[in-house]
């Protein structure tokens, strides 16, 4: 019998909040546990797995769970009160259920690793006597600010110009996450991370997506409270330690790319010429800063490539896209980590989403970064003043970054001859080096892999 269960590969459901930015990084960190032969099972809801484009080689099985929302999702909910607060009930029900099938099945569980905007899960997985893996998708610096809310180390509404958290440097008040800056902004959302930590001493292990290096002094603060692993950058392995040869997309995505006009257009261009503009999935730009990067980019002495989504497309100053000729291409989605990597690229101008800066790190790339809410402020003070992989956009008085300042960034990094530019791009090659050295073979997150591993497979 002790030899059957041994020959038998230990088993993990993944539960990602259903956002392509939570996705993404959990689906990676499940295709590096297949390749240390783990059995992985990632879990979305209804309604997403009806909408998601997915790889059909993948060896990583797709269950679903409902989120009370199975025919429309968020929008269905239509607020984030009722959403978070369904998906938590309905949520909780049908994995129950889920884990209950899987074991009829002949599929049993070891182990769950939920996303930590889902404590609940954690709840559920304690029911059946599973272990559990809380797994964050923002930075360690962010979940430290976080925590020190949620544990009331930290008197809202903030007062003072400055605040400091251990291991983190000074930072502004207007540096911080967005939830916790404008106190009072969406509730509902600030209540979800909040509650990121209402019973994570419970869990069994805390996975970061980040690497050791690039956040050591705060991992190491961290590392005091929980067991704590840094398993990141997760993207995907041909763009950085290159063991997973059939690891070249990430596999699931919510929207489908233009890949041919994009790769023609670029390959069209000279070599570090081009600023590649993309706000991510879910920012949604006012109509005033719209035009501002629109001018700013067609004024710039540089080729762009502008990922604008349909929903957004409507903001875009009347007759641009006629004016703007060959100098640059818009579209719905692109395949950014190609786009990231092709030799006509010279900047990314980055609304800091997490995700985002990890590729733009991973691959070298400099940013210009013009954050939008949520962590992105606390993620761009770390790109120019910590990792110096780039250059702030700031707004004015009235919120607006204004044309000629995001004109006079792009061009600094794309002409790249200011000192600040040169060592920005020594910055970015320093830290590509150090993401491929913890994600390679026995690097500082391969190590944390490893180690996770060998302890599911003793539960």
Known sequence: MEEERKAKKAHVLILPFPGQGHINPMFQFAKRLVSKDVKATLVTTVFLYNSIHSDPTSSIDLQTISDGFDEGGFAQAGSPEIYLSTFQSAGSQSLASLINKLGDDGHPLDAIIYDAF????????????????????????VNSIHYHVSRRLVRLPLEGPNVSFPGLPLLKVSELPSLVYYYGSYPAWFDMIVNQFSNIDAADWVLVNTFYQLEKEVVDWMSEIWKLGTIGPTIPSMYLDKRLKDNKHYGISLFKPNTSSCMSWLNSKPNGSVVYVSFGTLAEVVVEQMAEIAWGLKESNCNFLWVVRESEEAKLPDNFKEEIGEKGLLVAWCPQLEVLVHKSLGCFLTHCGYNSVLEALGLGVPMVAMPQWADQATNAKHVEDIWGTGIRAFPDEKGIVRRETIKHCIEELIMGVSERAKEIKKNTNKWKNLAREATDDGGSSDKNIDEFVAKVLCA
Do not use: I
């Open 118 to 141: 889902m404590p609940w899960a954690l709840d559920v997985a304690k029911q059946f006597g599973l272990r559990a893996a809380v797994f964050f998708t923002q930075s360690c610096a």
